[in-house]
Nanobody, 124 residues
Framework: QVQLVESGGGLVQAGGSLRLSCAASGRTVRMYTVGWFRQAPGKEREFVAG????????YYTDSVKGRFTISRDNAENTVYLQMNSLKPEDTAAYYCAAAPSRVISIVASEYDYWGQGTQVTVSS
């Protein structure tokens, strides 16, 4: 019922910023919880940030707290991940995911829909 497409990745120097976008299809996306995950080569996919369907509840993994901000524009069916003070350890493929839930989950298997991913590379 939902299709997700990420964009906004690229190459950036350490300390720089990027904003990722996740465009979602379907009018019902407003009721979905959305999460951002990332996966670096040789590592497991990890939760980065999540937003409840209303946008009123947000949660971040410890490594990005204070640097990343998740937001959503329901009128445009778009979710954003603003990434500031980027570090080389942030280098990964970033994915947005959606679940038909009102609560945030950090477990990847609980998300039903996934985007194709966008690469973020941070140079030192």
């Amino acid at each position: 019922q939902v299709q997700l497409v990420e964009s906004g990745g690229g190459l950036v120097q350490a300390g720089g910023s990027l904003r990722l976008s996740c465009a979602a299809s379907g009018r019902t996306v407003r009721m979905y919880t959305v999460g951002w995950f990332r996966q670096a080569p040789g590592k497991e996919r990890e939760f980065v940030a999540g937003s409840s369907w209303s946008g009123g509840d947000r949660y971040y993994t410890d490594s990005v707290k204070g640097r990343f901000t998740i937001s959503r524009d329901n009128a445009e069916n778009t979710v954003y991940l603003q990434m500031n003070s980027l570090k080389p350890e942030d280098t990964a493929a970033y994915y947005c995911a959606a679940a038909p839930s009102r609560v945030i989950s950090i477990v990847a298997s609980e998300y039903d829909y996934w985007g194709q991913g966008t690469q973020v590379t941070v140079s030192s």
